[in-house]
């Protein structure tokens, strides 16, 4: 059985999650007995966001105490590491990040390893990538309907010239790189940390195409101002099923790059209070305020549940699996991994 179906990750031996009753879930102590604080690395708004907010309801009512939500973005990601590393290991602090941490960790953007400096709680967002443009941005329109090659063509023709929103996180970037060669084009990529400012500059037609995951932009989609293009995915999203696919319907031979959002505390952190918070957050993650959230998101395009235990097995072979593909394209690599 593999962790993950398709994408960065292919593991072996990953368990089953089994349904987790809140009931069952012992406090370790008395712990918590005051609030908890989640840093999230990006703005608010944005897929990190959203996926901390649809957890901390089902959790609070878990835990019987406040969860509280600060974003600190900037710096692709790194920018809130230094108060995240500031805070006690007791549980009381938790930093809610993405694959990002583990890119940048693998350029040497900051030294804190996504398994041993740091603990892993939890998976609770797994989410691949399409392309978007402004809805009736007739450049990009075949008849009525939105068409990557007319972006394609209009990129040829353009050469270097297309602007892309996206984000400076390594997982983007690269993949917008495959993107590129695969279809002969260059692009502009213009990068923003907070994501109202990356969607708003597609929808104002100041940029003409976004990078992002479905479900950061669903509802921009469904309130008729993007419209999908591309899924940087094997087959076609069940979601937008007339965006074609970069490997079925332009044999991109690749597995895609993921979007992965978690949790971590610090490795100090008592063992007993790492134990609770990943029953926690498996507790929250089965909620049914939850599972809506995922669906109306589209999270549920691919499975997004990792444990602990499956969440270190990845990242490992994620540090890995970055360190390979940033020395093959000759991009910063940390020291001690050259």
């Known amino acids: 059985m593999k ?4 994408g960065l990750v ?15 879930i012992k406090k370790p102590g008395d712990y918590p007995k005051r609030p908890i604080t989640i840093i999230v690395c990006y703005g608010k708004g ?3 966001d959203q996926a901390v907010a649809a957890l901390q309801g089902p959790a609070s009512k878990i835990m019987g105490i406040k969860i509280n939500k600060i974003n600190k973005p900037g710096g692709g990601g790194v920018s809130c590491l230094p108060d995240f590393m500031q805070a006690p290991a007791d549980g009381y ?4 990040h993405a694959d990002s941490l583990v890119a940048k960790y693998v350029q040497g953007a900051h030294d804190l390893h996504p398994t041993k400096t740091l603990s892993p709680i939890v998976i609770s967002n797994v989410a691949p990538t399409a392309l978007f443009v402004k809805s009736g941005d007739k450049r990009f329109y075949d008849g009525d309907k939105p068409s990557w090659d007319k972006v394609v063509a209009y990129a040829k023709s353009n050469a270097g010239k ?3 929103s996206n984000i400076n996180v390594p997982m983007e970037l690269v993949t917008m790189s495959k993107v590129e060669g695969h279809f002969g084009i260059k692009v502009k990529q213009v990068l923003f940390d907070k994501p109202a400012q990356r969607y708003g ?3 104002g037609g100041k940029l003409d195409v976004l990078m992002e995951q479905p479900g950061d932009v669903i509802k921009h989609v469904q309130a008729g101002k993007l419209a999908p293009v591309l899924a940087v995915w094997p087959d076609r999203f069940k979601v937008f099923p007339d965006a074609k ?3 079925k319907d332009y044999g991109l031979k690749w597995d895609p790059l993921l979007r992965i959002r978690g949790l971590w505390v610090k490795n100090e952190t008592p063992q007993e209070i790492k134990d609770y918070l990943d029953k926690v957050f498996k507790a929250a993650y089965d909620s049914a305020e939850h599972q809506a959230f995922l669906k109306r998101k589209s999270l549920d395009i691919v499975n997004s549940y990792y444990s602990a235990k499956d969440t270190g097995k990845i990242l490992d072979y994620t540090v890995s699996t970055y360190a390979k593909i940033f020395k093959e394209t000759g991009q910063q690599l940390r020291k001690d991994m050259q």
Request: glycine share 12%; net charge neutral.
């Open 162 to 164: 297309m602007q892309v």
């Open 245 to 247: 696919a970069t490997g």
């Open 10 to 24: 292919l593991l072996t031996g990953c368990s089953i999650a089994l349904p987790v009753a809140a009931a069952d």
């Open 201 to 203: 500059a597609v929808i």
């Open 46 to 48: 944005g897929g990190s």
């Open 3 to 6: 962790c993950l179906t398709r």
């Open 93 to 96: 602090t938790i930093l809610q």
